[in-house]
């Protein structure tokens, strides 16, 4: 199977912990992006990768998170000290940057629990 | 007001039925794409469009851009439709996807 994949796909934690979760995107593609979703809600962008350089953040990317790429393949983001406010829906994609505008493919989403 | 709107939130359609989402946004856009998200989470990809009209199997989506609006049509809707469908815009100067906050469809046999 070639399509995103990303573990775990579900974790449950308890507020302060750290958690990791990781990301591997479709081989060619250049592009990844972290987006977060909460229930009833639609996806909001977290931020994004070409190859290794992370190019965008968002605001609601506090400095409790950090994400990674280190070698324009797979990526990380990390939360520290996890709060109630951060159980969610981490989804990430990828795209192969190819012209105007780029179709991403969506990996299975990691679902954060914390209790 | 959020930069992307979907009408309607919910929707409740028996087999067979011509359903409608509308989508309309307020910002410069490089493309609109429509997703399917069925429960569980995965998100799927079905049109990325930038003017005039996509078809894919029983799938329409059309996109006015000096409207600024978007419309996904689902003919002889089916069960298996079921699913949350949303509208996203990648803007014209970054390619981060702004979303709808979707719509939840139920079709019934």
């Known amino acids: 199977d070639t399509g995103v994949s990303q573990d775990p796909r579900h974790k449950i934690t308890k507020r302060g912990q750290n958690v990791t979760f990781r990301c591997d995107p479709i081989?060619?593609?250049?592009?990844l992006y972290w987006y977060r979703q909460t229930l009833g809600q639609g996806p909001e962008f977290l931020t994004y990768f070409q190859n290794e350089a992370q190019l965008e953040k968002s605001r609601l990317l506090s400095d409790r998170f950090s994400a990674e790429r280190p070698k324009g393949s797979f990526s990380t983001l990390e939360i520290q000290r996890t709060e109630q406010g951060d159980s969610a829906m981490y989804l990430c994609?990828?795209?192969?940057?190819?012209?105007?505008?780029?179709?991403?493919?969506f990996g299975p989403g990691t679902r954060l629990t914390v209790t | 007001k959020n930069e992307v709107e979907q009408s309607p939130q919910n929707l409740t359609a028996q087999e067979g039925e011509f359903i409608t989402i509308n989508c309309s946004y307020s910002?410069?856009?490089?493309?609109l794409h429509w997703l399917q998200q069925h429960p569980g989470g995965g998100i799927v990809s079905l049109f990325m469009l930038s003017s005039g009209k996509k078809k894919h199997g029983r799938l329409i989506a059309t996109i006015n851009i000096q409207e600024k609006h978007s419309s996904l049509h689902i003919t002889a809707s089916h069960p298996r439709d079921s699913a949350v469908y949303i509208c996203a815009v990648s803007l014209y100067n970054t390619d981060k996807l702004i979303f709808g906050t979707g719509t939840r469809l139920q079709v019934f046999p």
């Open positions: 081989s060619e593609h250049n592009r």
């Open positions: 910002v410069g856009i490089s493309a």
């Open positions: 994609a990828s795209s192969l940057d190819a012209g105007w505008a780029y179709e991403q493919y």
